[in-house]
């Protein structure tokens, strides 16, 4: 059974660093056919796509947010952990982190999608 | 930056049939994905590749693919489907990109 387990801090004060753990279980990090990605959700709003890793040489971050993630692992220990700095309230929101599944088709190039959640944690930006 | 247009709510009587259409210029050449989110709760994987269901969903969740407008289809509708749905896809760079989401209102 894959599971995977948010924690981290439930408040953070602006321009803190915020650093997020995943750890999971009933799959491999090693696996390089699966990664892990983070995804967060403010309160009654989408959800917006932060970052992926399959493996230390090879993760992808958003656009908007690449001066701000960074993404490391721990395969040892299963985890997985996002750092993104100089937190703001607009960052208020719920993170998840989802297996990540990458598909490829030579027309289109590569796709990811997500077939296991973490429940998330609220993450709350405010002095 | 790219994005994927979804109906904010869709309301429908239990038993009846629920569409949800999402719309993106690169949807006809990259594939969908459909979530739901019930209050509370994270997201779960209904449908992958445009029409593909996940073990363990219902039969009544299909998805649809037609030029740059792909459908969630939920048949007989019922009370349990009230939730909030979510379509995903990519960009032309293959960067993630999720859709506004639609609440599924059971009447």
């Known amino acids: 059974q894959v599971t995977l387990k948010e924690s981290g801090p439930v408040l953070v004060k602006p321009t803190e660093t915020l650093t997020l753990t995943c750890t999971v279980s009933?799959?491999?990090?090693?696996?390089?056919?699966?990664?892990v990605s983070w995804i967060r959700q403010p309160p009654g709003k989408a959800l917006e796509w932060l970052a992926h890793?399959?493996?230390?040489?090879?993760?992808s971050y958003t656009s908007s947010l690449k001066s701000r993630l960074t993404l490391s692992e721990d395969t040892s220990k299963s985890q997985v952990v996002l750092t993104m700095t100089n937190m703001d309230p607009v960052d208020t929101a719920t993170y998840y982190c989802?297996?990540?599944?990458?598909?490829?088709?030579?027309?289109?190039?590569?796709?990811?999608?997500?077939?296991?959640w973490g429940q998330g944690t609220l993450v709350t930006v405010s002095s | 930056s790219y994005e994927l247009t979804q109906p904010p709510s869709v309301s429908v009587s239990p038993g009846q049939t629920a569409r949800i259409t999402c719309s993106g210029n690169?949807?006809?050449?990259?594939?969908a994905y459909w979530y739901q989110q019930r209050p509370g709760q994270a997201p779960v994987l209904m449908i992958y590749?445009?029409?593909e269901r996940p073990s363990g969903i219902p039969e009544r969740f299909s998805g649809s693919s037609s030029g740059a407008t792909v459908t969630l289809t939920v048949s007989g509708v019922q009370a349990e489907d009230e939730a909030e749905y979510f379509c995903?896809?990519?960009?032309?760079?293959?960067?993630?990109?999720f859709g506004g989401g639609t609440k599924l209102t059971v009447l």
């Open positions: 009933g799959f491999s990090l090693s696996n390089a056919r699966m990664g």
């Open positions: 989802a297996r990540v599944i990458p598909f490829y088709q030579d027309t289109s190039g590569f796709q990811y999608y997500f077939d296991s």
């Open positions: 995903q896809s990519a960009d032309s760079s293959g960067r993630v990109v």
């Open positions: 890793i399959f493996s230390s040489d090879d993760q």
């Open positions: 690169s949807l006809s050449k990259k594939y």
């Open positions: 590749e445009d029409s």
